[in-house]
T-cell receptor, first 112, second 111 residues
Framework: EAAVTQSPRNKVAVTGGKVTLSCNQT?????MYWYRQDTGHGLRLIHY???????EKGDIPDGYKASRPSQENFSLILELATPSQTSVYFC???????????FGPGTRLTVL | GEQVEQRPPHLSVREGDSAFITCTYT??????FFWYKQEPGASLQLLMK?????EINEGQGFTVLLNKKDKRLSLNLTAAHPGDSAAYFC??????????FGSGTRLLVSP
């Protein structure tokens, strides 16, 4: 069954540290997305990708980088983590056009 | 860019009552619309997708209405039960690859 997986599922980081969140999809979708979810804001798009080697800025990219080394993998990188980046992060994959997105289980990140 | 407003942010109903959630959007070129359900501590699962100009889609225990003239998308859970307690999010696809989400409705269905 097609799936989106994320690792780690929970992460505690220190301010100023580097954090890498990983996402893997077996849907063979071209597009992948990183969102963060905070109470009262729904899901906000951080970065997305059209395919291997591409990354695009979403609505709130500041403080985040992304990497798409292959069709299956899409990483979100926090070079210098800050407490304001404490959130739940969701990865998703999807095709272009009329298709919905398929979401991973989420990663809860706490930056102390 | 596209703005999506979802109301209400919180909704509490009794078992057997209806629960009505609505989203309004701003971009008249938006062309595909989704409702997702998120149970506590879990990820988002697709409830339904719609794209016709005015469409009523019925699922298991719910109805989705899209009115493109009014730029309004709604979800009506008929005869809600405690298992429907969750967060519900509308999502709107505009041009390109982006999808804009509403801020969510936290629904509580009490016995």
């Amino acid at each position: 069954e097609a799936a989106v997986t994320q690792s780690p599922r929970n992460k505690v980081a220190v301010t100023g540290g580097k954090v890498t969140l990983s996402c893997n999809q077996t849907n063979n979708h071209n597009n992948m997305y990183w969102y963060r979810q905070d109470t009262g804001h729904g899901l906000r798009l951080i970065h997305y990708s059209y395919g291997a080697g591409s990354t695009e800025k979403g609505d709130i990219p500041d403080g985040y980088k992304a990497s798409r080394p292959s069709q299956e993998n899409f990483s979100l990188i926090l070079e210098l983590a800050t407490p304001s980046q404490t959130s739940v992060y969701f990865c998703a994959s999807g095709d272009a056009g009329y298709a919905e997105q398929f979401f991973g289980p989420g990663t809860r990140l706490t930056v102390l | 860019g596209e703005q999506v407003e979802q109301r209400p942010p919180h909704l509490s109903v009794r078992e057997g009552d209806s629960a009505f959630i609505t989203c309004t959007y701003t971009d008249p070129n938006s062309y595909y619309f989704f409702w997702y359900k998120q149970e506590p501590g879990a990820s988002l699962q697709l409830l339904m997708k719609v794209f016709s100009s005015t469409e009523i889609n019925e699922g298991q225990g719910f109805t989705v209405l899209l009115n493109k003239k009014d730029k309004r998308l709604s979800l009506n859970l008929t005869a809600a039960h405690p298992g429907d307690s969750a967060a519900y999010f509308c999502a709107v696809r505009t041009g390109g690859y982006k999808v804009v989400f509403g801020s969510g409705t936290r629904l509580l269905v009490s016995p």
